[in-house]
């Protein structure tokens, strides 16, 4: 299995030092962060003693050029209020996930230490990953989030590949397939009731709940591009 952290909107640079030291603990290497704070961003990796895995992050513009490269993208976060559409994995319970998944590459998205991720972070997981802690405090410190998922992550020798195993479609075919999908409901005579937003919300949901693989997306995607070209 290969881990990609990503740090979005992250602000303090203790907190991403601690983050990369945590990877480097676990043996995860691949760092990467979204519309960091520039000014926390260069201290952190300038710093005095500062870990190869700070010096090779990698930095983006957003959260889908961050994960293009995943096969499936999981967003951390507290719920609270939040009804996510998306299937609800809890860390201490992730164990048959990570064997399930074990040949995948996924992402792991974290956000800023003030606000968490929005709804429209969480919006682009295919999963909701939760820490559960007591209901009087019910978020964590980024840095220990980070160290906590590494640790469960790097469990039962997760570096070993399966062979035999279906690929996972990235995040970004996935992407393509769902435009091509959205394409298509252009050019169909829909009910108002299946405007584009009601359209974008479902085939979100749909492709939350099924691990697409890489021929399935192609598939989806050939026959979407061929009805499209016959509409037109």
């Given at each position: 299995?290969?881990?990609?952290?990503?740090?979005?909107?992250?602000?303090?640079?203790q907190?991403?030092?601690?983050?990369?030291?945590?990877?480097?603990?676990?043996?995860?290497?691949d760092?990467?962060?979204?519309?960091?704070?520039?000014p926390?961003?260069?201290?952190?990796?300038?710093?005095?003693g500062?870990?190869?895995?700070?010096?090779?992050?990698k930095?983006?513009?957003?959260i889908?050029?961050a994960?293009k490269d995943?096969?499936?993208?999981?967003a951390?976060?507290?719920?609270?209020?939040?009804?996510p559409?998306?299937?609800?994995?809890t860390l201490?319970?992730?164990?048959?996930?990570?064997?399930?998944?074990?040949n995948?590459?996924?992402?792991?998205?974290?956000?800023?230490?003030?606000?968490g991720?929005?709804?429209?972070d969480?919006?682009?997981?295919?999963y909701?990953?939760?820490?559960?802690?007591?209901?009087?405090?019910?978020s964590?410190n980024l840095?220990?989030?980070?160290?906590?998922?590494?640790?469960?992550?790097?469990?039962?020798?997760?570096?070993?590949?399966?062979?035999?195993?279906k690929?996972?479609?990235?995040?970004?075919?996935k992407?393509?397939?769902?435009?091509?999908?959205?394409?298509?409901t252009d050019?169909?005579?829909?009910?108002?009731?299946?405007?584009?937003?009601?359209?974008?919300?479902?085939?979100q949901k749909?492709?939350?709940?099924?691990?697409?693989?890489?021929e399935?997306?192609?598939?989806?995607?050939?026959i979407t591009?061929?009805?499209?070209?016959?509409?037109?």
């Amino acid at each position: 299995m290969q881990i990609s952290i990503i740090l979005v909107r992250p602000r303090n640079p203790q907190n991403i030092g601690a983050a990369a030291r945590a990877m480097g603990n676990f043996g995860f290497e691949d760092l990467r962060l979204v519309n960091p704070w520039d000014p926390t961003w260069q201290e952190a990796k300038s710093a005095v003693g500062a870990s190869p895995i700070l010096k090779k992050a990698k930095v983006f513009n957003t959260i889908e050029e961050a994960a293009k490269d995943a096969n499936i993208l999981i967003a951390t976060t507290a719920l609270k209020n939040r009804k996510p559409f998306q299937q609800i994995l809890t860390l201490n319970k992730i164990e048959p996930f990570i064997k399930e998944n074990k040949n995948q590459k996924i992402a792991l998205l974290f956000g800023s230490e003030k606000t968490g991720l929005n709804a429209e972070d969480i919006d682009k997981a295919d999963y909701i990953l939760n820490i559960p802690t007591t209901a009087k405090v019910p978020s964590i410190n980024l840095a220990q989030a980070v160290i906590l998922c590494c640790w469960e992550f790097s469990k039962n020798d997760l570096k070993t590949p399966r062979t035999n195993i279906k690929k996972s479609a990235t995040i970004k075919e996935k992407e393509i397939a769902l435009n091509n999908l959205l394409l298509l409901t252009d050019k169909l005579d829909l009910p108002p009731i299946l405007n584009k937003k009601i359209c974008t919300q479902k085939l979100q949901k749909i492709s939350a709940a099924k691990n697409f693989s890489k021929e399935e997306i192609f598939f989806i995607n050939s026959i979407t591009q061929k009805i499209i070209k016959k509409l037109s």
